[in-house]
């Protein structure tokens, strides 16, 4: 089964760190560009960072540029976002996506839970208390 699998999230303090993994399931991520996205009740899905196939190139939105890391590892088929100083506003659910765009700022810039994507992983939740 072709998937991508989210994991580590979690409740934390404000100021404290995540790791989430976005493993995938069936295929290679050589060939794909990692999108994160962060989807928060009554708001659309919008990219927070996205890392190139294979050029090194990141892209981060402005408000977590400095506190998130992007980062893969294609041979054991997964990506990471490192998240310091996580704020109350980071809370909502994390979802990965993997797709064939050579221009990640654009993969970021899609919105909405029906934006196209080859794959989309379940998400996951994490929780940023004050």
């Known amino acids: 089964q072709l998937q991508l699998v989210e994991s580590g999230g979690g409740l934390v303090q404000s100021g404290e760190s995540l790791t989430l993994s976005c493993a995938a399931s069936g295929f290679s991520l050589d060939s794909y560009a990692i999108g994160w996205f962060h989807e928060v009740p009554g708001k659309e899905r919008e990219g927070v960072s996205c890392?190139?196939?294979?050029?090194?190139?990141?892209y981060y939105k402005d408000s977590v540029n400095g506190r998130f890391t992007a980062s893969r590892n294609n041979a054991k088929r997964t990506a990471y976002l490192q998240m310091n100083d996580l704020k109350p506003e980071d809370t909502g659910v994390y979802y990965c996506?993997?797709?064939?765009?050579?221009?990640?700022?654009?993969?970021?810039?899609?919105?909405?839970?029906?934006?196209?994507?080859?794959?989309w992983g379940k998400g996951i939740l994490v929780n940023v208390s004050s």
């Open positions: 996506a993997a797709d064939v765009e050579p221009w990640i700022q654009a993969m970021c810039a899609r919105r909405g839970k029906d934006a196209e994507m080859m794959y």
């Open positions: 890392i190139g196939d294979s050029d090194g190139a990141i």
